[in-house]
């Protein structure tokens, strides 16, 4: 039986049709019965047409730039996990 979190997690896959047909359709029961996850599902596929319409929008070079340079920043502000190490080329 399927989980409602594995629902969520796989919802992207479901609406792209990347499944397997035995696990879509196990899913699909699911959703049929469960009053929690229908309603996920209606609001997921709509906000996947929405995103789906909106048309690219041409960002200006400076904009770009700045938003790199902020990203830059904060990833060098955050804590380094100590099972990561910064890779240093040998000579």
Request: proline residues 5%.
């Amino acid at each position: 039986m399927v989980e409602c979190k594995e629902i969520f997690d796989l919802l992207s896959d479901l609406i792209e049709h990347e499944l397997e047909h035995n696990q879509e359709d196990e899913i699909l029961a699911h959703l049929l019965e469960c009053e929690n996850c229908f309603p996920y599902l209606h609001t997921f596929r709509k906000t996947v047409c929405l995103c789906k319409s909106i048309a690219p929008v041409e960002v200006p070079q400076e904009v770009h730039q700045e938003f790199w340079q902020i990203i830059k920043v904060e990833i060098t502000s955050l804590p380094q996990s100590p099972g990561l190490k910064k890779s240093r080329k040998k000579s």
